[in-house]
């Protein structure tokens, strides 16, 4: 089966940017997309297609996937973006998640 | 506005059945393809199960296989899901997809619905 590793957590300052990374064999090959989900709440999908942001997602959220790693980078972070994040691709006909990573915004 | 409502969770002993469902509002349903995701208390994100925007195309994650069934009819999507287990334990979200290819994202959760297996 296809494996996606996160780093269960990740600290930034406010205003600092923040990357969460998400790694897998061969993960450039795929497409990634990456979802928010604050406490009690769904997830929400904030980049897909590796680099493309939904509309409604601030700027300050972007993509980058190539080689074995994707990237979420996050920048000037606010309090209001400390949450879960996931990030997610297909193998074959099977969708796979990594495992989430907690940001927190110190 | 879209909206997606699950809806047939609660408690089950090991070994039970529950069917979920999921109503649509406020896209074209019949041009997305339709998920199941669950997530275990305090734990990730796994996906279930997906049907194509026809319903010609179904797919499982091997955890359900043999046990769980995905269907849509008019505006709903339904999971059924037999012989429970514990660790089916979850809150299940159901989660729309715009096209089948393997770079459509999950662009819209429904609030979810919360199963719990247990004697």
């Known amino acids: 089966s296809y494996d996606l590793t996160q780093p269960p957590s990740v600290s930034v300052s406010p205003g600092q940017t923040a990357s969460i990374t998400c790694s897998g064999d061969k993960l450039g090959d795929k497409y990634v997309s990456w979802y928010q989900q604050r406490p009690g709440q769904s997830p929400v999908l904030v980049i897909y297609?590796?680099?493309n942001r939904p509309s409604g997602i601030p700027e300050r959220f972007s993509g980058s996937n190539s080689g074995n790693t994707a990237t979420l980078t996050i920048s000037e972070t606010q309090a209001m973006d400390e949450a879960d994040f996931y990030c997610?691709?297909?193998?074959?006909?099977?969708?796979?998640f990594g495992g989430g990573t907690k940001l927190t915004v110190l | 506005e879209v909206q997606l409502v699950e809806s047939g969770g609660g408690l089950v002993k090991p070994g039970g059945s529950l069917r979920l469902s999921c109503a649509a509002s406020?896209?074209?349903?019949?041009?997305?393809?339709m998920n199941w995701v669950r997530q275990a208390p305090g734990k990730g994100l796994q996906w279930v199960s997906s049907?194509?925007?026809?319903?010609?195309y179904i797919y499982y994650a091997d955890s359900v296989k043999g046990r769980f069934t995905i269907s849509r009819a008019q505006t709903s999507l339904y999971l059924q899901m037999n012989t429970l287990r514990a660790e089916d334990t979850a809150v299940y979200y159901c989660?729309?997809?715009?096209?089948?290819?393997?770079?459509?994202?999950?662009?819209?959760w429904g609030q979810g619905t919360l199963v719990t297996v247990s004697s």
């Open positions: 997610q691709a297909w193998d074959s006909t099977t969708v796979v």
């Open positions: 989660a729309r997809r715009p096209y089948d290819s393997s770079g459509a994202p999950f662009d819209f």
């Open positions: 297609q590796d680099t």
């Open positions: 406020g896209f074209t349903f019949t041009t997305y393809s």
């Open positions: 049907i194509s925007n026809t319903g010609d």
